[in-house]
């Protein structure tokens, strides 16, 4: 009896000990979340390593050069903007884990560019997002659920849904491959499921379809995608997947002789990613891809050359490439969000500047931007876009075509608009 | 019978008041540290007192965390249902598994259960129906409007952890001092004698088996819980291996010492972070520090005490007072 209470007086103390510190170590919650007299927190969820790191590993230290930049000129509004980048491995468990870290411990004012359509989707429902009023602005997914402002009142989007990129390239399947046999790969989850119903809604019937589970994609399985493509008889392949997937893709078709003409999803088209990865040049040469920035190799375009001297500077050691610089457009897009939140932003505010000014941001895309009150989409439309003998990317047919349409049941129609010049030296000046 | 009572609604008013005064980082730790208790108690339950040496705690964890997720998802059940169902599941899979594994004992159970680990979870990647790699949502819904606007989703999680932790607890306490744990801890210390003593310690293992994973199924419902989602990635070998840490530190046989353990598994990421941070070692070593710190502080446990700190304390009370 006396030894029995004994060890429990020294696990009690023990406990109490732990706990006390756990509580000891708690600060209650001041002002505005995440942000100082001088400085405004972000963070960003993203894979750093793991199967489907490459390429979108680059795109947190891209946003912080281009941050770094403009901290470096003056801030926003006298605040320097830091992110915290959290590596969630592209797994939503750990998503949720890290975002709950960047929310509840780092105490974020907003999230910019969280990454993956499954992470993003358990992350908001997991942490409540909408629920805490907490701003996630520019996610890197196109899912066109998330376009759901009454599920997502709280977050952006910034690309143009899968949907709508499925019905542009439908479209352009139509004006330039009709006849042919069709094949499709695309990745088994939300992300290849929208474009799939896009696809099927345009009248577009594949005669080979190959889905694949998010994080099996290796040169193993991707053997099987391509003997069930090259049996099948597929002349014109589309894929939807991430880069990490179109890599063993490519590669192995050319080891085996099958030559199909690819239409590679723009989220796993990048060129220097996928040459990185394996990919002959002679593989990519030809590949039609449908594409909303300019090529980031396209040194006359003003975003790209601005961008460009930015990454040179403050990123030094990294290839630019698209994620550097979709990377650079959210912090540039970001950064725009918080000046016209005002010299006090606080949540809500940044989340109404979003809906009344958002449409009206500068941003690399050709295509409109399609914020407001009621709608929380992005980007809305793609030019198609070829790869050359270089690796680089130049638009069909010699000049840019954009293509604008919804994620419904909208017609896609050719666009003529005309983006915002990039603000001057690159340093918004909006309110 | 009445003062344990007492006790355990004495320590769940202590919940309740320490889970309306720390902020909400520390509710939702305080969620996991009831999930990786009662995991733990399943170990504890199996090791401790029936001998039992199981690495594949993280697996019967995944087929509790998919049995609730499935049930809720498909059948619209209430939520208790879905743990209900949860700990069936694991406890029919564990009865299942504890009559191959009465056959084993030593090494030869410790690598059936590991092969288990490594391979249970990875088989929801091959079926649609399981989500494959981004899994199920497990979603309890918003707590009750009666609770007030600023009741938050997360202390919502802890609260029924909590609920749910201290009455496994109790159930556990109970087991382990009644006839059954007497058993068990004879068969523990010689078969050979408590099969002469008329124990059928074939069954009774069985049934130490079943229990231990309608525990862990239980906990792995807990888990899918407070992170809304079953998923491959959140059942790994690496929470296998983080269970069996535990409740090495906490004294394999200590029930009072899961709470410690629990404790330590949840503070393990915070270390991690104050260390990567220190050194500047950045978001990679974040991400792979916690696994380190767990297989560190395990091979030190083996070397120096290999009971683990809790019994040697035990021991070192027992002393004190003879």
């Known amino acids: 009896m006396i030894r029995k209470t004994g060890v429990k007086r020294t696990w009690l103390a023990a406990t109490v000990l732990a706990v006390g510190s756990l509580i000891a170590t708690s600060l209650p919650a001041h002002a505005e979340t995440g942000v100082t007299g001088s400085e405004i927190k972000l963070g960003i969820t993203l894979p750093l390593t793991g199967a489907a790191s490459p390429g979108y590993n680059k795109i947190g230290n891209a946003m912080n050069a281009y941050f770094k930049y403009v901290n470096d000129n003056g801030g926003v509004y006298g605040r320097k903007v830091t992110l915290i980048q959290k590596n969630d491995e592209y797994s939503p468990q750990l998503s949720i884990a890290k975002t709950n870290e960047l929310i509840l411990k780092d105490k974020v004012f907003a999230l910019v560019g969280p990454l993956g359509t499954a992470n993003f989707t358990s992350v908001h429902k997991s942490v409540g997002i909408a629920k805490r009023g907490v701003p996630s602005l520019f996610l890197n997914t196109g899912f066109s659920g998330f376009a759901n402002k009454k599920t997502y009142p709280t977050s952006f989007m910034i690309l143009p849904s899968y949907a709508m990129e499925a019905k542009i390239i439908s479209q352009f399947i139509k004006e330039n491959h009709a006849g042919k046999k069709l094949g499709i790969v695309y990745q088994n989850d939300e992300f290849g499921i929208d474009g799939m119903g896009a696809f099927k809604a345009a009248g577009i019937k594949f005669d080979v379809s190959v889905p694949y589970t998010s994080g099996t994609q290796s040169a193993a399985t991707a053997q099987t995608w391509v003997s069930q493509l090259a049996a099948g008889g597929a002349q014109v392949v589309v894929f939807f997947g991430v880069t990490s997937a179109t890599a063993p893709l490519l590669a192995v078709a050319a080891g085996a002789k099958y030559s199909p003409q690819w239409i590679l999803g723009s989220v796993g088209a990048d060129p220097l990613t996928l040459r990185a990865l394996g990919v002959p040049l002679a593989v990519l040469n030809g590949a039609q891809t449908p594409a909303g920035n300019p090529s980031p190799n396209d040194t006359s375009d003003e975003y790209v050359k601005q961008f460009q001297e930015i990454n040179t500077k403050y990123n030094a050691g990294t290839a630019f490439d698209d994620y550097v610089l979709q990377g650079m457009n959210i912090g540039l897009m970001t950064v725009q969000g918080l000046r016209a939140a005002g010299p006090n932003p606080t949540r809500k505010g940044l989340i109404k500047a979003m809906e009344t000014k958002g449409s009206t941001f500068a941003s690399v895309a050709y295509s409109p931007l399609g914020y407001s009150q009621t709608s929380n989409v992005g980007h809305t439309g793609y030019y198609m876009a070829v790869m050359d003998a270089n690796g680089d990317r130049k638009p069909f047919g010699g000049k840019v075509k954009l293509y604008t349409t919804d994620s419904g049941s909208g017609p896609v129609v050719v666009s003529t608009f005309k983006r915002p010049a990039m603000p001057a030296k690159g340093l918004p000046s909006n309110s | ?322």
């Not at chain 2, 979603?139 to 989703?153: A, I, M, W, Y």
């Not at chain 2, 496994?168 to 003593?197: D, K, V």
């Not at chain 2, 989602?229 to 291996?241: E, K, W």
């Open chain 2, 1 to 322: 019978m009445r003062k344990k009572i007492a006790f355990f609604i004495f320590l769940g008013w202590i919940l309740l008041l320490i889970g309306d005064r720390v902020d909400e980082l520390r509710v939702y730790q305080g969620a996991q540290i009831a999930m990786y208790t009662i995991a733990l108690a399943s170990i504890v339950l199996l090791t401790g007192y029936s001998g039992q040496v199981s690495l594949g705690n993280g697996a019967m964890m995944a087929v509790g965390g998919y049995s609730a997720a499935l049930t809720l998802n498909n059948l619209g059940s209430p939520v208790w249902v879905a743990f209900l169902m949860a700990i069936v599941a694991s406890a029919l899979f564990g009865a299942f598994l504890g009559t191959a594994a009465a056959r084993l004992s030593g090494p030869y159970l410790a690598g059936t259960t590991l092969a288990l680990a490594v391979g249970l979870p990875e088989i929801a990647n091959q079926f649609n129906f399981l989500g494959g790699v981004p899994g199920l949502l497990f979603d309890v819904g918003f707590p009750p409007e009666r609770l007030g606007e600023e009741f938050t989703q997360y202390k919502w999680f802890f609260w029924i952890a909590s609920f749910i932790a201290l009455l496994a607890l109790f159930i556990t306490s109970n087991i382990l001092q009644s006839r059954y744990g007497r058993t068990w801890r004879a068969i523990r210390s010689s078969p050979l004698a408590a099969e002469l003593s008329g124990i059928n310690s074939s069954r009774m293992k069985i049934l130490a088996f079943t229990i231990s994973s309608a525990l862990a199924g239980l906990a792995g419902a807990v888990m899918a819980m407070t992170i809304s989602l079953v998923a491959p990635g959140a059942y790994t070998l690496t929470l296998s291996f983080a269970l069996v840490t535990g409740a090495v530190l906490a004294g394999v046989s200590s029930l009072p010492g899961v709470v410690f353990g629990a404790l330590i598994l949840v503070a393990i990421p915070e270390v991690a972070d104050v260390v990567a941070t220190r050194f500047g070692g950045g978001e990679n070593l974040n991400n792979y520090l916690p696994t380190l710190i767990v297989s560190v502080l395990l091979i030190l446990s083996v070397i120096f005490t290999p009971n683990g700190p809790g019994e040697k304390l035990r021991r070192h009370h027992h002393k004190k007072k003879i």
